[in-house]
């Protein structure tokens, strides 16, 4: 039974196992996607909700994209623990096996590739989460604010995972585009938590101050 079809509190339990996998970047995916499902909730709270007629539209494409994230960030759960499981095979392989160092190699690219995608994932669902939160469901606004911490925080936990696999990857050209796309995402993912956190000040109503 894959990781996706396994009942939560079993998720957990992998999680807390001790095994390999999953670990940090399935358990990235899984705050995503948590997130993602927070956006979508909102947007289904605003939708027919009377004085949020006018964004109406948005919130139907909101609801829309935030499903696909969520959809996709569940896929990457799985995906993540398959990447690693890769790189402890690789590693696996006789040390006197000339292809050994190139598998070990090609395993840690899809060991970084796949956080990669969970970072960006993440990203989307931080900027759906900021409009959610600032003009969705008033009700609803803490439910959006916990959407942006939570796909915040699965964007710098993915991030973790990449830098700490690019560490060991012979490639410099490879290992640098990921470092700088890490970087511009890390940036990206500040700044919009920082947003939807004022937000939250405002709707919430407290002063900035």
């Keep these: 039974m894959g990781l996706l079809e396994e009942p939560f509190a079993r998720l957990l339990e992998e999680l807390s196992s001790g095994r390999p996998t999953p670990g940090g970047g399935a358990a990235a995916a899984l705050s995503g996607a948590v997130a993602a499902a927070l956006v979508e909730m909102v947007a289904v709270l605003t939708l027919g909700k009377e004085g949020y007629e006018a964004v109406r539209g948005e919130m139907e494409q909101i ?58 994932q993440c990203l989307q669902v931080l900027e759906l989460a900021e409009v959610v939160a600032s003009r969705g469901n008033k009700s609803a606004a803490s439910d959006a604010g916990s959407a942006g911490i939570l796909a915040a925080a699965g964007l710098e936990s993915a991030l973790l995972n990449v830098r700490t696999n690019l560490k060991s990857i012979k490639d410099e050209g490879f290992r640098r585009g990921c470092e700088r796309q890490a970087e511009e995402l890390a940036a990206s993912g500040r700044r919009l938590k920082e947003r939807i956190l004022e937000v939250m000040e405002v709707r919430q109503g407290r002063s900035a101050g």
């Excluded at 499903?67 to 896929?75: K, N």
């Design 63 to 120: 609801q829309t994209e935030a499903e696909g994230l969520l959809s996709r960030l569940a896929e990457l759960i799985e995906a993540d623990a398959t990447a690693f499981e890769g790189v402890m095979a690789a590693y696996r392989l006789p040390k006197g096996d000339p292809a050994r160092r190139r598998e070990i190699e090609e395993a840690l690219k899809r060991a970084c590739a796949v956080p990669l995608e969970t970072a960006e």
